[in-house]
């Protein structure tokens, strides 16, 4: 069926010609994959996609007469709507529309959101987001973010104070309150926008605007605020005027028009004005706009939620966490919301049919007592400390991962604690940026200690060329996640060392076993001879609990220490499971230099004993 897609066109989308919304490039689009568990509709016609944006669109879901608007294309729809479109109903949000970026999002929106919440990108020549070209710094990527600029000039032109969202944005709570104090005048600062810092220097106690607001903080166009003012329309002018200069992406131009000489060394730009105590910086190439800063207290990052936990040293109101640093992939954007409990997965993700786990004890080593007070200087004795701890604890979870894989269960990986953060460029006191709040340990992002983008795929072992074992993980706070079902979680036994086996010429089954009720439904517990290798392990659990939807290892390195039941096996499982291993980063130049030490260091999960 093809669509007669110019019925539904917003007037400047007919103006603008075919680019977007022809039916060839509809058919095309409608046949590419989209990863999401929210599909396009069956027989879906234009009369069942988006709305055109009109100012009525707008006002019957402004609140204050403030709209919160969020973006997105083919690519972001599959990774985050669902994820967003949970966070901001649960926070408690209403007042927020989303822009459509292409047909298949303007038709799928729809199936999960009131379409006349949804509007179509107002833009011409929007490209769709499907390949492999488009990701962070691609000339596709760089085009969409200044998209989403003109969109919001667009609306900002209706007459409303925007709120703007990017899609991988979780929201905590209502930011509307937060907001108001800046509307209940007309004067300074006039635009409120979250930084790439990774601390804050306001006090305890003040969670008001960003202390440290300057010219020499970088911005980042996650998350930002205009209300209504006289130059407003002009600042969005001067912000788009640097895309036709060619200088990178939104966030680029944005830091050019506010920062100016402090950011850029383009000898036309001025420097900004800068009141401190006010917390405000004039915008450099249009001072009639007060622009000021978001701090991570209330508007979080991936690093100052999962490593600072910079708001709950502040015991703030965190209003939102824009997930980026996180990592280079987006599968390690992803880990970490799942971390948080903040992505949205499909309903068999928690708790399939054939959902089997296998979960264990770890033994995570603690910060010594100086630990956190040690000094730059002391730098690489924190470096050292890290590594072995992460190497440790990795070297515990490789024989869980040895047994799911031979239980042919998915892997709740046990959650590790980290003591050095990890960074493209050198950290400082293991901080990156020299920042203050981290207290060590965290828990380890997933990005720390394993390659994202492989792992999230499953851990695939060819053992032969007929038998391939994939291992699929869950994140270390799976169980606790309330969409879990309650018969998966209750159905667990947890196996611990109980007869030590001084002689293998007998089998494990030859054991009695016998099953006891933990206390506050733990689910049950038995005693198991040790050491096992995985066949004796398959044996042992084909007869006594192979019905349990959880296996819990109470001690998986003493248990299953014998490994592999045979050598080709363990080689080629110890040569595979190196590579979803990765890297530490990174060391200061001039410590590599004096000591003769790498940037880096890999990591090792295989015991040495091996």
Not at 96 to 113: E, V
Not at 446 to 474: C, N, W
Not at 580 to 597: F, G, I, N, S
Request: include cysteine; glycine fraction near 6%.
């Amino acid at each position: 069926c093809i669509m007669n897609l110019p019925s539904m066109m917003p007037d400047r989308l007919k103006e603008a010609g075919p680019d977007m919304w022809s039916t060839k490039g509809l058919v095309f689009l409608l046949v590419t994959s989209i990863h999401t568990w929210g599909s396009i509709p069956t027989h879906a016609q234009p009369k069942d996609a988006c709305s055109t944006l009109t100012r009525e669109l707008v006002q019957a879901h402004a609140k204050d007469n403030v709209i919160m608007f969020m973006v997105l294309d083919q690519k972001l729809l599959g990774m985050y709507a669902n994820s967003w479109l949970e966070s901001v109903r649960a926070a408690g949000i209403s007042n927020y529309i989303i822009g459509a970026m292409d047909p298949p999002t303007s038709l799928t929106l729809p199936t999960m959101m009131p379409k006349t919440q949804c509007f179509n990108a107002p833009v011409a020549g929007v490209p769709t987001a499907s390949g492999t070209g488009y990701r962070w710094g691609s000339e596709q990527f760089v085009q969409t973010t200044w998209k989403k600029v003109r969109i919001a000039q667009k609306l900002y032109a209706l007459g409303f104070h925007i709120l703007f969202s990017d899609a991988d944005v979780s929201w905590m709570h209502d930011p509307l309150p937060y907001l108001k104090q800046h509307l209940a005048h007309d004067g300074a600062p006039h635009a409120l926008f979250t930084t790439d810092s990774l601390d804050t220097h306001n006090n305890f106690g003040d969670d008001g605007l960003e202390k440290g607001t300057s010219p020499f903080f970088n911005i980042n166009t996650g998350i930002y605020f205009v209300k209504q003012h006289a130059g407003g329309q002009e600042f969005f002018q001067k912000w788009l005027s640097f895309d036709r200069r060619g200088v990178g992406h939104d966030q680029d131009g944005l830091n050019n028009v506010v920062r100016g000489k402090a950011r850029s060394s383009d000898p036309n730009l001025p420097m900004p004005q800068w009141q401190s105590a006010e917390r405000i910086v004039w915008a450099a190439v249009h001072n009639s706009t007060a622009v000021s800063y978001l701090p991570v207290h209330v508007m979080a990052n991936s690093y100052t939620y999962h490593v600072g936990r910079v708001h709950k040293l502040y015991n703030s109101t965190l209003l939102a966490v824009h997930w980026v640093w996180s990592g280079k992939t987006p599968e390690s954007k992803v880990a970490n919301m799942r971390d948080a409990m903040r992505y949205s997965d499909p309903p068999l993700y928690y708790g399939g049919s054939n959902l089997t786990l296998l979960t264990m004890d770890i033994d995570r080593p603690n910060s010594p007592p100086d630990f956190n007070q040690r000094k730059i200087d002391e730098t690489e004795s924190m470096v050292r400390f890290h590594l072995n701890a992460a190497n440790y604890q990795l070297q515990q979870a490789y024989y869980g991962m040895v047994a799911a894989a031979a239980l042919r269960r998915s892997f709740v990986l046990p959650g590790y604690h980290c003591f050095c953060a990890k960074n493209w460029y050198m950290t400082q006191a293991c901080r990156i940026n020299g920042e203050k709040h981290t207290q060590f340990p965290y828990m380890c992002l997933l990005s720390d200690l394993m390659r994202a983008k492989l792992l999230l795929q499953g851990i695939q072992i060819p053992f032969t060329t007929y038998e391939t074992r994939v291992v699929h993980v869950r994140e270390w706070p799976f169980l606790s996640h309330p969409k879990v079902p309650d018969h998966i979680k209750n159905s667990r036994v947890v196996l611990a060392p109980g007869k030590y086996r001084d002689s293998f010429a007998s089998s494990v089954t030859s054991f009695e076993v016998h099953l006891s009720e933990l206390p506050a439904g733990q689910g049950m517990h038995a005693a198991v001879p040790w050491p096992m290798n995985t066949r004796e392990l398959e044996e042992l659990v084909a007869r006594h609990f192979g019905s349990f939807r959880i296996i819990h290892l109470a001690n998986a390195t003493q248990l299953l220490s014998n490994g592999w039941a045979t050598a080709d096996w363990q080689r080629t499982f110890d040569t595979h499971i190196q590579r979803y291993v990765t890297h530490w980063c990174c060391r200061d130049p001039k410590v590599m230099e004096a000591l003769q030490l790498p940037r880096q260091e890999e990591l090792q999960i295989v015991p040495k004993k091996w």
